[in-house]
């Protein structure tokens, strides 16, 4: 990158008193993987079994949102009233399907431009995380081969309140050591930007969540995204 550059970089942080960009959180479904045709198989299989009515436009509402937060969404669409402990089976049914046809992921499934933005991160010794509301991260990230490549993960095991509510964002932050506003947050979904803007970060929209009018960023795909174009997200809408 050209010294014009870099001196326009010092100047606007001085400026603005902005912070330097010191840690990157991704988001796990629909940013290092995609499993959301595994999530919609599954909870396909649930609703027929139901006789509810459940389609692709549906299972988009699902993105970033807890395992039963999406079961709320789609019981909304029956006239029946299940009980807590009903859904609670329901869900476990869900989980298990799902589970069982994550055992197809490999490495091979990692998203193009994945690999490459995190060694180049490394490389700059920039700090990444995981935050993902998926109880299943643990497990997805050891059969893509990913389980030691991140400096912490915040997942579904260990936040109450799933996104948009900002707690598993803040808590990446926390288990990286870092400030909010230090932390860029790559998400594909409305729930996550509306949730790291929450926690005072800026926010990458990729995929369907580079329609998000609040992301300070916004890419069709992460493949052409190089380490000092993700960098200068802290000199947008500051």
């Not at 045709?37 to 649930?46: G, L, N, R, T, V």
């Not at 436009?57 to 006239?79: C, K, Q, T, Y």
């Not at 916004?218 to 174009?229: E, P, R, W």
């Amino acid at each position: 990158m050209c010294r014009d550059w870099w001196l326009h970089r010092l100047l606007f942080d001085i400026r603005m008193g902005t912070m330097k960009i010191s840690a990157v959180i991704f988001d796990l479904d629909g940013v290092i993987v995609s499993t959301d045709e595994y999530h919609y198989q599954a909870w396909k299989q649930i609703s027929d079994q139901e006789n509810i009515y459940f389609d692709r436009a549906i299972n988009e509402r699902l993105r970033g949102v807890s395992r039963m937060e999406s079961l709320d969404i789609i019981l909304s669409h029956s006239d029946k009233v299940y009980s807590e402990s009903e859904k609670y089976l329901l869900a476990q049914r869900k989980n298990d399907i799902y589970c069982e046809l994550l055992n197809k992921l490999s490495a091979n499934d990692i998203l193009p431009g994945i690999i490459n933005l995190l060694i180049s991160l490394k490389a700059r010794d920039i700090k990444i995380a995981i935050g993902s509301s998926s109880k299943n991260t643990p497990f997805i990230l050891d059969q893509i081969g990913l389980a030691t490549n991140f400096d912490a993960i915040a997942d579904g095991n260990s936040i109450k309140n799933s996104m948009p509510d900002s707690e598993v964002f803040l808590l990446a932050a926390e288990f990286l050591g870092v400030q909010p506003e230090e932390c860029v947050v790559i998400e594909d979904a409305q729930a996550g930007i509306d949730a790291a803007k929450a926690a005072g970060m800026k926010a990458v929209g990729i995929g369907s969540a580079a329609k998000c009018f609040n992301a300070d960023m916004k890419l069709n795909d992460i493949s052409n995204l190089d380490i000092d174009h993700l960098l200068e997200v802290n000199e947008i809408r500051s």
